[in-house]
């Protein structure tokens, strides 16, 4: 019998360019699959068309292989994905996990937990809203980086939806569906999504799907130790030489890299020497408090 093939990816949503935060992950993501003899590929996960910014998508592409990082396979996009979504949406609906949700934000706690109003039906007289996905078991899982991570989503979200209110479906429920169609067996990706992922293995299990290996990398912190995000635009790393970039990032996931090298030496190094026992076990790391 043939080993299953180890397939990584990167996820970005066209939210806006590619920044250092954002890089880290491609890095890891990338080096964890191809190290391996991997594959490693690309998803678009555009769809949010309120939170997007025209020309992101080719622009994060562009910038990925400028960088010296290109996909094995044609970029997926969530956007043509709709239909598999709704398979899945049906599907939960069918076998009773997942049900109509009249909850509009001001019927919601403080604590944003959903206290299970609709679990039973909707009640006389309201209308269907959004969908939930009824969580009845909790998910301790291992994480490759971080250790155990015991976070459990009927304490931290109750039943989540996965379509919203809006019409649209929520990433949680696109992202299983697109792990298990494009047969990924490892996410890389920031600790900022740890709380996705127990609520990711929870749908995973209830549609039947294998869940892949976890990887979540420190998120990046900016000086004053907030999160790096598309919106801040704070960081010109990508902008700098493309080595700039390779090196910076490899040392923010605690390699070694060598100095003076080109691009091309760069990454054969970094395949050969990638070890992510050396990334740092840590939820969130600033670029200069690791260096000290
Ligand atoms: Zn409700």
Redesign the pocket.
Known sequence: MNPIPVIGRFAPSPTGDLHFGSLVCAVGSFLEAKSAGGKWLLRIEDIDPPREVAGSASRIIRDLQRLGMEADDPVLYQSNRLDAYQQALDRLLEDGLAY????SRK??PASGI?P????EG?RAGRAP??I?FRVNHSCIFSDGIQGEVSDLPADSSGDFVIRRADGLFAYQLAVVVDDHFQGVTQVVRGADLLDSTSRQICLQKALGFDAPDYLHLPVVLSGDGKKLSKRLRADPVIHQDPVVSITKALQFLGQQPPDGCSLETLWQWALKHWDKRQVPARRALSPTAMKA
Not at 100 to 103: D, I
Not at 116 to 119: A, F, N
């Open positions: 109509p949700c009249a909850c019927d919601l959903y299970g109003t609709c679990r909707i809203r959004s939930r």
